[in-house]
């Protein structure tokens, strides 16, 4: 009778940290730990000590006196009496503002580019290329200051007086001068939430539409109609709630009175010139981004789709696009991360965003240069680190299902 014993275990040795592959990264990764936070606790301790010998100390209270200096463009009510911390609060809004603009008009303009980088049209791939050239290799900052050049060569705000104005508004509703664009302003009246509420709803529905639309053409083969419901459920049940209920929401036409123009929402002219300066130079990035995306799909499905009947554009948008979407994605967050951060060179053209407020003008009259940066760095880090998470839950929701 044969017997079988197990093999003897081998004992552990301190060499196999270092020899083995099973625990060689666990030790490099543990080192450079420890070398980090070793790191950071010389810095801390040598910032204390300077701070000591100096008799400084590390405090926000600043945070609550006056700012003392006014702001060109905010989103809430703000005065110089205001405190320093309602001036952050101003250009944090400041920043997320041009950044949600940047990265939406960046999108649509990388994704037309890049798509027209490949179209059959000599002309048209001629003038995307030469776009995504230039743009893409030029300093983002020139680009900013040549933008805001151009945007002080538009009419002043007294071409528009007289009988015969030298300047008319753009559909008797914008005004576009050197001192900015005046669009109108939504009025909330009463009822007016019924309103929203109903459009909230009708998006909602609209993206359910689609959601069964297009899991009827993967079960069945059946194509329903989408552009013509989608707006109809979009805006038809707003539009009669909207007359049902008296017209509760008002416009406010910019009007031209004394040297300027009131009413209306006033975008001014470091606004317009940064956030058009971040959208063409990023939309640049994300058209090659497109582009890669695109001609990562085989041909294949290209030529099947087209043996199907499908039109172009519904190749595009129905076959390529989804599939090129899991290529495309990543280096995009890399791209809005770019814009978000590139605005913090709106100060060239004096749009005060957090870097030009809080990292500027009350870092110099405080001289809480500790505080300020890191209140900075903590907010660009929580922004980048936002912005990556909502966009990765996206590309985790549209990547191909594998099994």
């Known amino acids: 009778m044969t017997a079988y014993t197990d093999p003897p275990k081998e004992s552990f040795q301190l060499s196999q940290l270092i020899h083995d592959t099973r625990y060689r990264s666990y030790t490099f990764q543990f080192i450079a730990l420890v070398l980090l936070l070793f790191g950071l606790g010389y810095l801390t301790m040598n910032l204390i000590t300077n701070l000591r010998v100096a008799g400084l100390s590390i405090s926000y209270g600043f945070l609550g006196q006056p700012a003392g200096y006014d702001i060109n463009q905010s989103l809430i009510e703000y005065n110089n009496q205001d405190s320093h911390l309602r001036a952050s609060i101003v250009g944090v809004l400041n920043t997320l503002l041009v950044a949600f603009l940047g990265c939406i008009t960046a999108t649509i303009l990388g994704v037309f580019a890049g798509v027209g980088r490949l179209s059959k049209n000599w002309l048209v791939a001629k003038l995307m290329s030469v776009y995504v050239e230039s743009f893409r290799n030029v300093p983002v900052l020139i680009w900013i200051l040549i933008i805001s050049t151009i945007v002080t060569v538009m009419p002043a705000p007294r071409a528009y007086r007289g009988e015969t104005p030298d300047a008319e508004m753009f559909l008797g509703i914008i005004a576009f001068t050197n001192r900015g664009i005046y669009v109108p302003k939504p009025l909330w009246l009463e009822g007016s939430w019924v309103v929203v509420t109903v459009f909230v709803l009708s998006v909602i529905g609209a993206f359910a539409y689609r959601a069964y639309a297009k899991k009827l053409l993967f079960s069945t083969g059946k194509l329903l109609p989408m552009g013509w419901p989608t707006l109809a459920i979009l805006f038809v049940p707003a539009i009669l709630v909207y007359f049902i209920m008296g017209r509760p929401i008002g416009v406010e036409i910019p009007e031209l009175g004394g040297f300027n123009f009131s009413g209306g929402i006033a975008m001014q002219r470091p606004l317009i010139a940064l956030w058009l300066a971040l959208s063409v130079y990023t939309g640049a990035f994300i058209a090659e981004n497109v582009r890669a995306g695109i001609q990562a799909i085989n041909r294949g499905q290209t030529e099947a789709a087209a043996s199907l009947g499908l039109r172009p554009g519904r190749i595009m948008s129905l076959v390529v696009l989804p599939q090129a979407l899991r290529v495309i994605i990543p280096p995009v967050i890399s791209q809005f991360l770019n814009l978000t951060k590139n605005s913090s060179l709106a100060i060239a053209v004096g749009y005060m965003d957090l870097t030009g407020t809080l990292g500027g003008i009350t870092l110099n ?24 998470a909502v966009m990765n839950t996206y590309n985790n929701r549209v990547k191909l299902k594998e099994r």
């Open 365 to 388: 009259q405080t001289g809480r240069a500790i505080e300020c940066v890191l209140l900075l760095m903590l907010f660009y880090l929580v922004i980048s680190l936002g912005i990556s």
